[in-house]
């Protein structure tokens, strides 16, 4: 049986090499458009590639999953992420798992990773064919032919075909599947830090919270985790978080919406004032600028104290019960205007693709058409760092295997 992979990515690779352990009748190419492979791997987790992990405090995949969550429960019954975390350590690569639940390859590189799959695919014979740019996907019969923008002449038959060419920014870039049946969800760009201009938040670029919570006004999920300033407004995971949960809503708004930042991710409000009583309580005479509550970084709250209009040179016992309330406020609803992204580092993700309703959920394969399946970011499934997409182009790929090899071999 002859299978073009289209799309020398994550998905790709793990798919063609688990169809090739699982039977040997399988003949396979791996088309890929640029002059590299598994470049998006390459840059992953700062290029020392954040290949899964470990769920241990995820307790539900909609909370890491904002677009897949069902399918993604479903195929976990066959390869989660301790498959994954198996599977690479029986292929000779040794991982470790961060405090955060990051698992990585130990040697931290991931140069790793993708020697790890070229090597095996060059053992078991998958061809890999690069500056390959696939125009379109055509029925021949029973088959496919793929049609190259380089040259006329069409390919040969093949009796499969897989699409792991992952996401895109713009929909002109599932022009190739224009002549298949398959529902495209327009995409949008998800995980990227929010423009904060013109505010003298901005003044502290470099400083680290470690635990807020973070919202959009009118939207109702929330994030948390870390949040970095940066010169152009804030990032960090708590921010990356809301902005995959809020894609389409930002896309919507022209990414313009009002941002609340609980400092302090603390929301009852009653137990805020109890921390600042029992401070006024034992330092009644030192300055604010002295004492910083749930230890702040310094900077941030002087500047918090001036967004509350309160001085930093006051004392505890002077504040009142006005200058309380609006110290609490500020430190659980600090209010900022967004005006527009910022791409995160040199990793994009997009939420949006082929849609899930366009695949049967069991097999990864399209409804509609025979023998044509779908893995990775190129189907509306989209995550939150952490290396949860990386595990969606492990689990749909390894499906996409299985269920072509159970057809080859019955």
């Known amino acids: 049986m002859k299978i073009a992979i289209i799309g020398a990515g994550a998905a790709g690779f793990f798919t063609a090499i688990n169809l090739k352990e ?62 994954t975390i198996n599977w690479f350590e029986d292929n000779g690569v040794k991982l470790v798992t961060q405090n955060d639940c990051c698992v990585f390859p130990e040697s931290q590189d991931s140069q790793e990773i993708i020697d790890t799959f070229l090597d095996l695919s060059d053992e078991l014979g998958i061809k890999i064919k690069t500056s390959s740019q696939i125009r379109s996907i055509e029925r021949d019969g029973e088959g496919f032919r793929l049609l190259l923008d380089n040259t006329e002449l069409p390919s040969d038959i093949y009796d499969a075909v ?47 919270v470690e635990n807020v919570s973070v919202k959009l006004q009118g939207f109702k999920p929330k ?37 609340s930042i609980n400092w302090i991710a603390e ?36 500047a918090l104290l001036k967004r509350a209009n309160v001085s930093e040179e006051r004392r505890w016992a ?47 394969e399209s409804k509609e058409c025979p023998n044509l399946y779908l893995a990775g970011e190129v189907l509306d499934i989209d995550a939150i760092t952490g290396g949860f997409n990386l595990q969606a182009a492990w689990s749909t790929g390894y499906i996409v295997a299985q269920s072509i090899a159970d057809k080859i071999e019955n």
Not at 279 to 291: F, G, M, R
């Open 318 to 364: 002077e504040l009142g019960s006005k200058g309380i309330n609006r110290i609490v406020n500020v430190l659980t609803n600090d209010e900022y205007d967004i005006r527009g992204k910022s791409r995160f580092k040199d990793e994009f993700v997009t939420c949006g693709g082929v849609s899930l309703e366009s695949i049967n959920p069991v097999t990864m």
């Open 162 to 208: 897989v699409i792991t060419t992952g996401g895109s920014p713009k929909r002109e870039g599932f022009n190739m599947l224009s002549s298949l049946p398959l529902d495209i969800i327009d995409p949008v760009p998800s995980l990227f830090s929010f423009n904060v201009t013109n505010d003298p938040i901005t003044d502290l670029m470099g400083t680290v």
């Open 223 to 259: 994030a948390t985790g870390a949040l970095l300033i940066t010169h152009w407004g804030v990032s960090g995971p708590a921010i990356l978080k809301l902005s995959s949960y809020a894609a389409r809503i930002l896309k919507n708004s022209d990414y313009t919406a009002k941002l």
């Open 267 to 302: 929301y009852i409000e009653k137990r805020v004032h109890s921390e600042l009583a029992y401070i006024i309580e034992h330092n009644s005479q030192k300055l604010l600028s002295s004492i910083r509550p749930y230890n702040l970084p310094s900077r941030l709250w002087l």
């Open 22 to 83: 699982l039977t040997l009748n399988a003949d396979i190419t791996i088309y890929e458009s640029s002059s590299r492979v598994l470049s998006k791997v390459s840059v992953s987790g700062g290029g020392r590639c954040n290949l899964t992990n470990s769920f241990e405090e995820i307790k539900s995949l909609s909370t890491v999953y904002p677009r897949g969550e069902k399918l993604m429960k479903g195929i976990f019954k066959t390869f989660n992420h301790n498959d």
